[in-house]
């Protein structure tokens, strides 16, 4: 590489960190305005609002050829999406640095719903910029969903060995990661959601095998269930009469989504590519779709497009809390809202610990939801078994507060995980063990690495070198087994 490019590649990038820490100060700028008037909650508010306004969407408007079963859920869906797409941190951070400078205005791409309301919570919204903005950004996502649905069409001609594969009796796990599937060490198993979910007495009887889209990983057996991989929730297409069927549909479906778009109708170019899976279900055999598919409370808020396709011919749709951290914490004035995107959701089914999780979905999906109370759901350990300790202990669990330049743009209503909170605690139990003669046994929650607070990271490294401290990893899952270690 020549000596010059070198150095311009060395200049743009050190160009692009300083623009990337001026924006992260003005963004802390912008946190220091709302927690300084009082006004924490106003991000969440705003969110919240975006959860529960119905877009303007009327019913007739949505192409049955594009949406499929969906469509007569497309307010919801297209709102769901948005939530996930446009709603995330990204738009906390455009809120953040509007509020960092006296005049600020809100820059980002948003529907024209969305931007009357931001405006209605008081944000000055830079209106034709944001239009712009979105347009762009729609215009993006209908390139997008052509080119999902050439994937498809290029995919199926060697797709004979996996739709085999699929056509046994079986379900499948959305998002899991390597950590939630079955492990064995010296006779002992993993608590897993895999494993919970084949001795529980709900599961679908009569299933061959269990599918995950975990990359890279074995296949292995729980018993005689098959547990296998499988790139994504629905197999290729097989045969080319299905493949030119789906070919056709996807002409037509690109052609109407780029019309609407012309004329102001942007939820079908927006779709396309959800709608790209849901029309591959349709052209799928009954036999190689999943008997339940399962969806985790990590990705609450979208229930995706194809498992309306999916439900309509048979597959079960079972959405599971795996934790119930799922409530914001009680105030002076009561209980606050929901969290964001909670009562956008329109599971078929949930699967939840307790009553009181029940009620919690009640109030966030309706009365009407399905709710079935199956007691505490596994979800990712390690087959490592707890140390043996010759001592009484605490067990301590806890959240570790990350750094402030990321937690302010949360959108938190109120500074709880944070240094201030979780260090205190953490010493308050180091003393008192340390007083009384008895272990702390301290089980974080997860490895977040770097995005740790310093503080909180400072405090860890110091108690870790106690020897009234005993560090247990956080895969490793407490089980009834672990009587013997707290007799």
Same mark, same amino acid.
Request: net charge positive; proline share 6%.
């Given at each position: 590489?020549?000596?010059?490019?070198?150095?311009?590649?060395?200049?743009?990038?050190?160009?692009?960190?300083?623009?990337?820490r001026a924006r992260l100060r003005r963004i802390i700028r912008g946190y220091r305005v709302l927690?300084?008037?009082?006004?924490?909650?106003?991000?969440?508010?705003?969110?919240?609002?975006?959860?529960?306004?119905?877009?303007?969407?009327?019913?007739?408007?949505?192409?049955?050829?594009?949406?499929?079963?969906?469509?007569?859920?497309?307010?919801?869906?297209?709102?769901?999406?948005?939530?996930?797409?446009?709603?995330?941190?990204?738009?906390?951070?455009?809120?953040?640095?509007?509020?960092?400078?006296?005049?600020?205005?809100?820059?980002?791409?948003?529907?024209?719903?969305?931007?009357?309301?931001?405006?209605?919570?008081?944000?000055?919204?830079?209106?034709?910029?944001?239009?712009?903005?979105?347009?762009?950004?729609?215009?993006?996502?209908?390139?997008?969903g052509v080119a999902q649905i050439v994937r498809v069409v290029f995919a199926g001609p060697g797709?004979?060995?996996?739709?085999?594969?699929?056509?046994?009796?079986?379900?499948?796990?959305?998002?899991?990661?390597?950590?939630?599937?079955?492990?064995?060490?010296?006779?002992?198993?993993?608590?897993?959601?895999?494993?919970?979910?084949?001795?529980?007495?709900?599961?679908?009887?009569?299933?061959?095998?269990?599918?995950?889209?975990?990359?890279?990983?074995?296949?292995?057996?729980?018993?005689?269930?098959?547990?296998?991989?499988?790139?994504?929730?629905?197999?290729?297409?097989?045969?080319?009469?299905?493949?030119?069927?789906?070919?056709?549909?996807?002409?037509?479906?690109?052609?109407?989504?780029?019309?609407?778009?012309?004329?102001?109708?942007? $939820?079908?170019?927006? !779709?396309?590519?959800?709608?790209? *899976? &849901?029309?591959? #279900? %349709?052209?799928?055999?009954?036999?190689?779709?999943?008997?339940?598919?399962?969806?985790?409370?990590?990705?609450?808020?979208?229930?995706?497009?194809?498992?309306?396709?999916?439900?309509?011919?048979?597959?079960?749709?079972?959405?599971?809390?795996?934790?119930?951290?799922?409530?914001?914490?009680?105030?002076?004035?009561?209980?606050?809202?929901?969290?964001?995107?909670?009562?956008?959701?329109? $599971?078929?089914?949930? !699967?939840?610990?307790?009553?009181? *999780? &029940?009620?919690? #979905? %009640?109030?966030?999906?309706?009365?009407?939801?399905?709710?079935?109370?199956?007691?505490?759901?596994?979800?990712?350990?390690?087959a490592v078994a707890m140390p043996g300790l010759d001592k009484h202990g605490v067990a301590v669990?806890?959240?570790?507060?990350?750094?402030?330049?990321?937690?302010?743009?949360?959108?938190?209503?109120?500074?709880?995980?944070?240094?201030?909170?979780?260090?205190?605690?953490?010493?308050?139990?180091?003393?008192?063990?340390?007083?009384?003669?008895?272990?702390?046994?301290?089980?974080?929650?997860?490895?977040?690495?770097?995005?740790?607070?310093?503080?909180?990271?400072?405090?860890?490294?110091?108690?870790?070198?106690?020897?009234?401290?005993?560090?247990?990893?956080?895969?490793?899952?407490?089980?009834?087994?672990?009587?013997?270690?707290?007799?």
């Amino acid at each position: 590489m020549p000596i010059r490019f070198k150095k311009l590649l060395s200049l743009f990038s050190e160009m692009m960190k300083r623009i990337q820490r001026a924006r992260l100060r003005r963004i802390i700028r912008g946190y220091r305005v709302l927690k300084q008037s009082g006004q924490l909650d106003r991000i969440a508010v705003v969110k919240q609002a975006l959860t529960e306004h119905p877009l303007e969407l009327p019913k007739p408007y949505f192409a049955s050829l594009v949406m499929g079963a969906g469509a007569a859920s497309g307010e919801i869906v297209v709102r769901q999406y948005l939530l996930i797409r446009v709603g995330d941190i990204s738009l906390n951070c455009a809120l953040l640095l509007a509020l960092s400078e006296e005049q600020g205005r809100v820059v980002f791409p948003l529907p024209r719903e969305w931007r009357d309301v931001l405006t209605q919570h008081g944000f000055k919204v830079a209106r034709f910029k944001s239009a712009v903005l979105w347009q762009c950004y729609v215009c993006a996502l209908l390139v997008y969903g052509v080119a999902q649905i050439v994937r498809v069409v290029f995919a199926g001609p060697g797709s004979g060995k996996d739709t085999v594969l699929n056509q046994q009796r079986h379900v499948y796990f959305a998002a899991l990661g390597p950590g939630n599937l079955p492990q064995k060490v010296n006779g002992s198993q993993s608590h897993d959601v895999i494993s919970w979910y084949l001795q529980w007495p709900g599961r679908k009887p009569d299933i061959e095998a269990v599918h995950h889209g975990v990359a890279n990983s074995l296949p292995l057996a729980v018993g005689s269930i098959a547990v296998l991989p499988q790139p994504r929730p629905l197999p290729d297409l097989a045969g080319w009469g299905a493949i030119l069927n789906y070919a056709v549909w996807g002409l037509g479906a690109s052609v109407i989504a780029a019309l609407d778009c012309l004329r102001g109708r942007w $939820w079908h170019a927006l !779709l396309l590519n959800q709608a790209a *899976q &849901a029309a591959q #279900v %349709r052209f799928l055999p009954v036999d190689s779709l999943a008997r339940e598919y399962l969806f985790h409370n990590s990705g609450w808020i979208y229930r995706p497009l194809w498992t309306y396709e999916a439900e309509r011919l048979g597959s079960a749709i079972t959405f599971y809390f795996y934790s119930t951290n799922c409530e914001s914490f009680k105030k002076p004035g009561g209980y606050p809202s929901v969290f964001f995107g909670y009562k956008a959701m329109n $599971w078929p089914r949930y !699967l939840v610990w307790d009553e009181y *999780q &029940a009620d919690f #979905v %009640r109030r966030a999906a309706g009365a009407q939801a399905k709710i079935s109370v199956v007691g505490p759901i596994w979800f990712q350990s390690s087959a490592v078994a707890m140390p043996g300790l010759d001592k009484h202990g605490v067990a301590v669990f806890d959240i570790t507060p990350h750094r402030g330049s990321r937690y302010c743009t949360l959108g938190m209503d109120s500074e709880f995980y944070t240094p201030a909170v979780a260090n205190p605690f953490l010493l308050h139990v180091s003393n008192a063990t340390q007083q009384h003669g008895v272990l702390m046994l301290w089980k974080r929650k997860r490895n977040v690495g770097r995005i740790a607070h310093p503080l909180y990271r400072r405090l860890a490294d110091q108690l870790a070198e106690s020897s009234h401290v005993v560090l247990d990893e956080p895969d490793i899952l407490p089980t009834a087994s672990s009587k013997q270690v707290f007799p």
